[in-house]
């Protein structure tokens, strides 16, 4: 399978940035995340949504794995999650960062962090995670776990492997620790419970300063 890379990814400065959102499953960051690209783009940003598990085999396999019951160990789900991200960063989103993009992902050190912190091992989930490179800014949309199912339920489809109340309320609770320390660097908490627009305004609050220093792909505005 022939897949892009870049000759290396650490050491070269990219010139887009990397935002991304985080949240528990129902949180509302697939729906954040791509109204915010709309936006972008709108403003003249060239920017991309992308996601974990990613597109790439190593996400693909993953999201196997969670629609499986028991599926399977929490280790070795950690060491999936931190293969997919090392991948999902060399094959799509370092070229983008490279070519001035803004990559706004939908999930990625955090989650790992969170998820599989509370699940296992969270020194151990550290450690696997240590050379993911950082994203410019992390956004936690941050809901109370009731919300979360309420939406989940009204969206439908099956509950996967961490879709449980009283798990995702440890999460819930594991996130917002992981952003008052800094974890993977900048985290900004935005309160994801209102209407959608009022989170979107919250959330353009919180990134208008790393965009001043972004390329845009037109002049207007
Ligand atoms: N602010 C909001 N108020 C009410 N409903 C919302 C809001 N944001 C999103 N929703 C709805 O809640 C459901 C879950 O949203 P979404 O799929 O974006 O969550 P998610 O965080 O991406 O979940 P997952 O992690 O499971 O993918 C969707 O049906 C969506 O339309
Ligand atoms: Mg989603």
Redesign the pocket.
Known sequence: MARRRPKQFRGTRARGLLIV?E???????????RRLVRRLRRRGWRAHFTCEPSRGPVGRYIRACLAQTPGPSSELLALLFAADRIDHYESEIAPLLEAGAVVVS??YLLSSLAYQGVEGDARWVAQLNDRAPRADLTIL?DVPAAV?AR??S??GGHP?RY?RGAFLDGVARRYRELARRRTAGAVAVVS?????R??ATAIDRVIAPRLRGAPRRTAGG
């Open positions: 959102l949240g528990i499953d129902g949180a509302g960051t697939t729906t954040q995340g939908d999930r949309v979360a939406r989940r009204g969206r996967d879709e994801g419970v209102g209407d959608q009022a989170i």
